[in-house]
């Protein structure tokens, strides 16, 4: 067994679960920030981590996700001093192991930590590397890494697959790609568009019919669900599909049983369902839009496909992708990118996703011709505007707020920024008449003060950290959890900077 690695700010609860991993014979080490964590986080060998939420340098909850992106991240259980149920939720959707309050009682921790080491143990036992087949699939993002890996988990099982995201995220590329990589991979792939389905011929391109069972039914008809037999029936927009359907083909997702239209028998179909929708269908079942069973059906693997605008580390290799495919398809020698095309398209918020991006290469694609270099030039008029423009709104200078001081005032010392002043007990919250007032949104080097460069960057960090103490103290006015709560410090770690700074919060000597 490797290693359990407490990050906390609290040095009671770092040596309380160093004592414990002793107790349990277990290898334990503890530090005091999340960037000490994450760093020994990527030298691998940890099996757990309890993480702290409330850390000097940042939110335990926020790097979630950069943890359980590195390559042997280990499962993880997050010490909160405060129930927080948008923390827990948060949470779990991040994959942590269990959400612990401070202080948990010993046995109740040993119990989870246990649990944890067991469920790992079994994980790493079987999990064998898998390679998939991911043709037309592109992506580098953390985003699309944890994708990948929900892909790998369902290739490998037989369960319905629920595919959510926005239009143009690639539901469908994904679907296929499951069903590439799993025991169907030979047998068809179905796509039935319930956008398209309507009223009258919906359960005859369903099922099928036999001949004469309607006028213009001159022949027998195999329907979709048959013709997915042994295969996968993928339902693209599943939350198009009207109410009255939605109860017969329930039926089918339970018995793999239907009749055909007109037919006076039952024919079976040995399919597996996946499904994929731009809409939150949870909401439509509590609006009564779409049934709840059907839903609970469906949603036995979730996917959920981030957008476009969420991992622009994608783009890049998406671009080559798709100019590498329109060269092969119109014949023409490779093209090369000016940076300007990258940074113009990074800039964009694509709410089409990957398919507007495609288009929008298309069509940069025909405008350079035989040009061997695609630049921002060819980019269509629309999206370099739209750009600009949002450039444009992010870089504008706002006016000074009355009172501030202008860039080419004159200062005695280096200015100091502070945070929103805690209004003093029985008054109302926000600043208060002795705010800080703020500076204008940008100021030249050249009007920056002297000795702001007189200093090194630690020297400069310390002086600030020492002027916020001095102002938390003033402005919390002796209340202990006020200070705690408009800092976001834990109890130890203030004193330690108060202790630090000659300090006291409420009246008695700092340190005792």
Avoid at 45 to 56: K, N, R, Y
Avoid at 93 to 122: C, F, H, I, N
Avoid at 452 to 463: A, I, M, N
Avoid at 471 to 498: K, Q
Wanted: glycine residues 10%.
């Amino acid at each position: 067994m490797g290693i359990i690695l407490i990050i906390d700010d609290d040095a009671e609860v770092r040596e309380t679960l160093l004592s414990l991993t002793r107790r349990m014979r277990l290898n334990g080490e503890a530090l005091g920030t999340l960037r000490e964590g994450i760093d020994r986080l990527r030298l691998g060998g940890v099996d757990v981590a309890f993480l702290d939420v409330s850390l000097p340098d940042g939110n335990g909850l926020s790097a979630l996700s950069e943890i359980k992106a590195l390559p042997d991240s280990p499962e993880v259980i997050i010490l909160t001093g405060r129930g927080d149920p948008d923390g827990a939720e948060l949470a779990i959707q991040g994959g942590v192991w269990d959400y612990l309050l401070k202080p948990s009682p010993l046995k109740d921790t040993m119990l989870t930590l246990e649990r944890a080491l067991k469920y790992r143990t079994g994980k790493l036992g079987s999990c064998a590397p898998v390679a998939l087949v991911m043709e037309d699939v592109v992506g580098r993002s953390r985003g699309m890494r944890a994708c990948f890996d929900a892909v790998a988990g369902a290739a490998g099982s037989g369960a319905s697959v629920l595919i959510t995201g926005e239009t143009g995220t690639g539901k469908e590329l994904f679907a296929r790609t499951i069903h590439m990589n799993s025991a169907r991979a030979a047998k068809p792939f179905v796509v039935v568009d319930c956008a398209a389905l309507t009223e009258t011929l919906v359960e005859s391109t369903l099922f099928g019919h036999k001949k004469g069972a309607f006028t213009g039914a001159d022949s027998d008809r195999t329907g979709l669900v048959k013709l997915a037999d042994g295969g996968t029936l993928f339902l693209d927009e599943v939350g198009e599909m009207p109410l009255n359907l939605q109860k017969a083909f329930l039926r089918v997702l339970q018995e793999r049983r239907f009749r055909p239209v007109g037919g006076s028998q039952e024919l079976e179909s040995d399919f597996r369902l996946m499904a994929a929708t731009n809409r939150n269908l949870e909401q439509m079942v509590m609006q009564g839009a779409f049934r709840s069973d059907l839903f609970y059906r469906l949603k036995t693997i979730s996917l959920g496909l981030p957008p476009l605008r969420k991992r622009p580390e994608d783009i890049k290799p998406l671009c080559v992708f798709r100019v590498g495919q329109l060269c092969e398809q119109y014949g023409q020698p490779l093209k090369g990118f000016d940076q300007d095309v990258f940074q113009v398209l990074e800039g964009y918020q694509w709410p089409g996703n990957v398919r507007e991006l495609f288009n929008v290469l298309e069509r940069a694609f025909v405008a350079a011709g035989t040009e061997r270099t695609l630049y921002a030039m060819h980019l269509p008029q629309d999206v370099r505007i739209k750009v600009a423009k949002a450039h444009l709104g992010r870089g504008r200078v706002a006016e000074p707020v009355a009172g501030a001081p202008r860039p080419d005032a004159q200062h005695d010392s280096p200015p100091v920024l502070e945070s929103t002043p805690i209004a003093p007990a029985g008054s109302p919250s926000g600043p208060g008449p002795a705010a800080a007032p703020s500076l204008p949104a940008e100021i030249s080097w050249a009007d920056l003060p002297e000795p702001l460069f007189t200093q090194t960057l630690k020297d400069c960090k310390e002086s600030a950290e020492q002027r916020y103490m001095e102002i938390l103290v003033r402005r919390a006015g002796g209340d202990v959890p006020r200070a705690l709560e408009a800092s976001g410090l834990s109890r130890s770690h203030l004193y330690a900077l108060l202790k630090k700074w000659g300090l006291s919060i409420d009246g008695s000597a700092v340190g005792a």
